[in-house]
Structure formats: structure tokens, C-alpha cells
């Protein structure tokens, strides 16, 4: 089994910068790429970014291409920097994690944190 622990939300302006930290532990050795989502009120979770465990191979949706930045080190730690954030990031970001190399839906994704709210003031 997989622990992920989602760290690093808050509040931040519009145009800011907010970095997400995502803590890796249990079962790790089963997992091969790591995610991020987020979940807005009364939407559906959407699919934000994602890097592979071994090779650092990273996929981005539209929305956050050229804003966001996904990363891993070897300390079994996954992070989402986000720079000039609008107010519709704003959501519960969500880490996640799955023993697919290269996945294509959230229904992938097998191990999933608790989430962390990053809010984006106008």
C-alpha cells in the first residue's frame, strides 16, 4: 500500500507562486508515475500534470502548460510548482499515484493523498 501526503496549499494573489510538495511512502517500489489533480467546487477532478518515477518523463494539461511544473527527487518526494496563478486554479490539489507507466485517465491512478486547497484571490 501507498501513502501520499499532499503539503503546501494556501492562499495566494493572483499572479503568485505556490509550491506543492507531495510525500511518498509504504509500498513505493509498485509505483511508476505520480500525478497531480485538483477538484474544484462542484466540478469534477481534472487531470493537471504527471512525471514518471524512474525517467522524469512529465505530461501537462493545456490549462497549466507554461504555469506549472512538475518534479521529483530521490527522496521519494513529488512536487507542482505553480507560478502566475489565476483565480480558476483554484481547487484541492490532489497527488496521486499509479503502477502504469504511461497513464491516460484518472481511473489509473490507485493511490491517492488527502488534498490540499490552494485559493487564488482576484
Known amino acids: 500500500q501507498v501513502q501520499l501526503v499532499e503539503s503546501g496549499g494556501g492562499l495566494v494573489q493572483a499572479g503568485g507562486s505556490l509550491r506543492l510538495s507531495c510525500a511518498a511512502s509504504?509500498?513505493?517500489?509498485?509505483?511508476?508515475?505520480m500525478g497531480w489533480f485538483r477538484q474544484a467546487p462542484g466540478k469534477e477532478r481534472e487531470f493537471v500534470a504527471r512525471i514518471s518515477w524512474s525517467g522524469g518523463s512529465t505530461y501537462y494539461a493545456d490549462s497549466v502548460k507554461g504555469r506549472f511544473t512538475i518534479s521529483r527527487d530521490n527522496a521519494k518526494m513529488v512536487y507542482l510548482q505553480m507560478n502566475s496563478l489565476k483565480p480558476e486554479d483554484t481547487a484541492v490539489y490532489y497527488c496521486?499515484?499509479?503502477?502504469?507507466?504511461?497513464?491516460?485517465?484518472?481511473?489509473?491512478?490507485?493511490?491517492w493523498g488527502q488534498g490540499t486547497q490552494v485559493t487564488v484571490s482576484s
Open positions: 509504504g509500498s513505493i517500489f509498485s509505483i511508476n508515475a
Open positions: 496521486a499515484g499509479t503502477k502504469y507507466y504511461s497513464p491516460r485517465a484518472t481511473g489509473d491512478f490507485g493511490s
